[in-house]
Antibody, heavy 117, light 111 residues
Framework: QVQLVESGGGVVQPGGSLRLSCAAS????????MHWVRQAPGKGLEWVAF????????YYADSVRGRFTISRDNSKNTLSLQMNSLRPDDTAVYYC??????????WGQGTLVTVSS | QTVVTQEPSFSVSPGGTVTLTCGLS?????????PSWYQQTPGQAPRTLIY???TRSPGVPDRFSGSILGNKAALTITGAQADDESDYYC???????????FGGGTKLTVL
């Protein structure tokens, strides 16, 4: 069965950096695009970034472009999100999601990122 | 700035049918936006119900269906059950970017 397990969340000061990972299993990781989606406390879902199956194309929400970098290692079935210049409004649960047909079909359980001094 | 619109809240009686919609602040939603629908209960990760307008995700019962109704995407739940009480989000693909945009979500109450 498809499993997505996020890790790397924690508490970081404003202006700091954090790297999230998502370990994928149960499907052919190298054949699927992958998303990062976040949810601030008490708020709705916000799409963050997408990477194509081969890693050659990456797309970002305006709110994170230039600060966040999505990447993947198909040899390790791992998706990553490098987050720099973090701000308090980046505080959220971050989910990785398997892409399909311009949407997504499976989600991880999420990892909490808290940006606070 | 494109805004994806959803009803903030909706209620349905047990056993009833409800249709939630997903629109655009300007323009019409069509299949080229590949609308998808997600269900989320408090404290849980989202669960995919529908992608690419009307394709059910594996394991989703057929009482959940997706369509285009008029100028909006729609999620119809037939035979509503108590555990359908959740937040429902739609997401649209925008090829200018490209990017994906979520609606603000609909809180569905079953009572």
């Amino acid at each position: 069965q498809v499993q997505l397990v996020e890790s790397g969340g924690g508490v970081v000061q404003p202006g700091g950096s954090l790297r999230l990972s998502c370990a994928a299993s149960g499907f052919t990781f190298s054949s699927n695009g992958m998303h990062w989606v976040r949810q601030a406390p008490g708020k709705g879902l916000e799409w963050v970034a997408f990477i194509r199956f081969d890693g050659n194309n990456k797309y970002y929400a305006d709110s994170v472009r230039g600060r966040f970098t999505i990447s993947r290692d198909n040899s390790k079935n791992t998706l990553s999100l490098q987050m720099n210049s973090l701000r308090p409004d980046d505080t959220a649960v971050y989910y990785c999601a398997k892409g399909t047909n311009w949407g997504s079909d499976y989600w991880g359980q999420g990892t909490l990122v808290t940006v606070s001094s | 700035q494109t805004v994806v619109t959803q009803e903030p809240s909706f209620s349905v009686s047990p056993g009833g049918t409800v249709t939630l919609t997903c629109g655009l602040s300007s323009g019409s939603v069509s299949t080229i936006y590949y609308p998808s629908w997600y269900q989320q209960t408090p404290g849980q990760a989202p669960r995919t119900l529908i992608y690419s307008t009307n394709t059910r995700s594996p394991g989703v019962p057929d009482r959940f269906s997706g369509s285009i109704l008029g100028n909006k995407a729609a999620l119809t739940i037939t035979g509503a059950q108590a555990d359908d009480e959740s937040d429902y989000y739609c997401m649209l693909y925008m090829d200018s970017g490209p990017k994906w945009v979520f609606g603000g979500g609909t809180k569905l109450t079953v009572l």
